[in-house]
């Protein structure tokens, strides 16, 4: 930990995951001029810099969408997750050239405000296929800023993780308005069917990969566990990785029973950074670390190691030969546990 | 149609010249008093979180008469 904030904290992998991100973005750039005005040469540079970097932005969009359920399903997506932020700033600022060329070009020229103008320029407010559909973007755009504006460590911090979690969920609300924006704005200007089967289909993957995990949770949170004096029954030793954990539902808090070094412990499945799933992550250097953002917690006590000061509920367990048992009761965040020796 | 236009424009305006001003101060001043890595950080760094400042007014402001309330 610092002592003061950093512009950004800088390490290898980022710099790779950055250049890999700067580099795509430059390319569908290209790709896009070059097929447009292979095949629309009168294409202005206006026109082309307004579709290419609104095209770029979506694809980001549902890239960034369809990241969080993936790495649900596979751990072999998280590094990706691991840095999903500078992809969203990145995102932002596609977004970003997208709407400033489009607002220079078709509202800044004449003599009415131009934020005034995407509002008023079109009054069809009550008609579908004549919808103002900039509005939508231009509302979007502003939630979008929000969110990039605020993705700094020093808002988390500040904001709190709720209140912060909260602002960024808005990206769900920011995606129905790009969507209707995007539709509306083609069925007006654009009818090719190439554009529209490709929002299409990202748009059918972001909400299918949701629905898959949000079904794969519920199935964690609906499964039944036989209770014994007190004691409710978890699963067997052998059903849980080495140094990594199952998890499970108690009381209606998501529990996570890490097995390591010949012990087992049970903590709180939710992160203190961002809400993570803390049994969807590992055991590195003896902590157990958040599969999100690397955030780590001592299994035995739920607590950060210093100098941090984050702390999860703790729970205990017992064993009856090969079956773990937990209490449902949850502990004070940080409180000790002995780990149970098998 | 056109009065709830310009309502919302003027609550937005509003909104975002009050963060204005309360940025330059929070960032130069009043961030330090609720976080106290905010003392060595960097200029660059404290232009870096100005936009966000000028979002989140509302909530900064709230930290900020909480840490005065003994």
Known sequence: ??????????????????????????????????????????????????RAFGSLAIIMLNIILIIGPLARLNSNFLPILYNRRHLGVSMFIAAFIHGGFSIFQFHALGDVNPIYSIFTSNMDYNSLTNFPFQVLGFIALLILFAMASTSHDFFLGNLSAKVWKRLHMMVYFAYALIIAHMF???????????????????FFTVA??????????????????????????????????????????????????????????????????????????????????????GYQYLPSNGQSPPPFTEKVATYQLKLEGDMIYINPEAFDEGTEVEPCNY | M?????????ILSVYFIIGLLFGFYFLFRGASKIDPLMENTKTKVRFLLFPGVVVTWPFLIGRLFKSKTP
């Open chain 1, 184 to 202: 509306l704005g083609a069925f007006q200007q654009e009818t090719s069917p190439l554009t529209i089967g490709i929002m299409t289909i990202g």
């Open chain 1, 1 to 50: 930990m610092g002592l003061d904030y950093q512009l950004v904290l800088w390490n290898k992998y980022k710099k790779a995951y950055d250049k890999i991100i700067i580099i795509s973005m430059l390319l569908y750039i290209i790709l896009f001029a070059a097929i447009t005005l292979i095949f629309n040469s009168e294409t202005t540079i206006e026109t082309l810099v307004i």
């Open chain 2, 2 to 10: 056109e009065i709830i236009i310009n309502i919302f424009l003027l």
């Open chain 1, 208 to 293: 299918s990969l949701h629905l898959i995990t949000a079904f794969k949770e519920q199935k964690i949170d609906s499964m039944k566990m036989e209770e014994q004096e007190g004691w409710l029954k978890v699963c067997t030793i052998s059903e849980i990785e080495e140094d990594r954990a199952k998890i499970f539902t108690v009381k209606n808090q998501r529990v996570a029973v890490f097995k390591y070094n010949g012990k087992l412990s049970a903590i709180h499945n939710v992160c203190k950074h961002q809400g993570g799933p803390l049994g969807e992550g590992k055991i590195i250097d003896g902590c157990i670390t958040c599969p999100w953002h």
